[in-house]
């Protein structure tokens, strides 16, 4: 991918366009991840209502351990987007070129170790092993969407489908709706939002095939199916964290200097370092 598509993908200065092409991406990687964490502990972790409703019905049959494990899953859900939330703010107000790719780093170290996790699991249904491999699913899961709903200011979901589906149920209801002339004459004709609709069904289709591919590799080479998803979220951030790389390095560099002219002549007034650039370098 090009330099200049990967900073705009990723890095701090969004636009709409950036925005939809990114979630149509984390839909895919969320599809993928749901479909393969399903192979691998019997449940789905991108969504909090089927859990929610797991924990009332285990509640109601007095199955306390797995509300307990339902309880959890909920409780790291939060957690990934708290957490998602307290990188984007600290990359924000320390002027970072990667406050949307730090989250996705993380993303992506945590699909490696749910990927480890695997010698672990392979043939194993019993222990502590599942409940933490849900836990950090439902985790992933949580720091993901917080990300793109930061990023769009909640116009995009990609870990669950079923407003994205109801987006498009409510477009297909306008299409279908006849304008009569007496209601024209009263009321704003009703208009299919079809910008909408192409957003949202690239959206769903995004997530359907990575939830196919996911599942396919899931099944065929197991765990390790994880790596390639870890290894392009890595992908994807990494030219805005080089440019804050960079930019530090340079503000490091100038500090030193200017040091080193303090230290050389005691006499001259004090020099301040120059102030590191919000731009991201040129290449």
Known sequence: MPIFYLRRLTGKHRSAQANRHLGRVLAFVAGATNA??????????????????????????????????????????????????????????????SEFAYPLLWEALLLLCFGLMGGYLDGRQTGLGVPITVMLLCFIMGLQNAIITKISHAEIRTTHMTGIITDIGIEIGKIVYINSSTETERYKPVRANWRKIRLMGSLLASFTVGGLLGALGFKHIGYAS????????????SVPLADDIRVRSRLTLSRFRTRRREAGSPGEPDSLPQKASDDPPSY
């Open 36 to 97: 393969g964490g399903f192979l691998a502990v019997n449940q789905y972790t991108s969504h909090m209502t089927g859990i929610l409703s797991g924990m009332a019905d285990n509640l109601a049959i007095n199955n306390l351990g797995l509300a307990i494990i339902g309880g959890a899953a909920l409780v790291s859900f939060v957690a990934g987007s708290a957490y998602s939330a307290i990188l984007i703010n600290w990359g924000r107000h320390h002027r970072t070129q």
């Open 226 to 237: 994880t790596l390639p998803l870890a290894l392009f979220l890595v992908l994807l951030v």
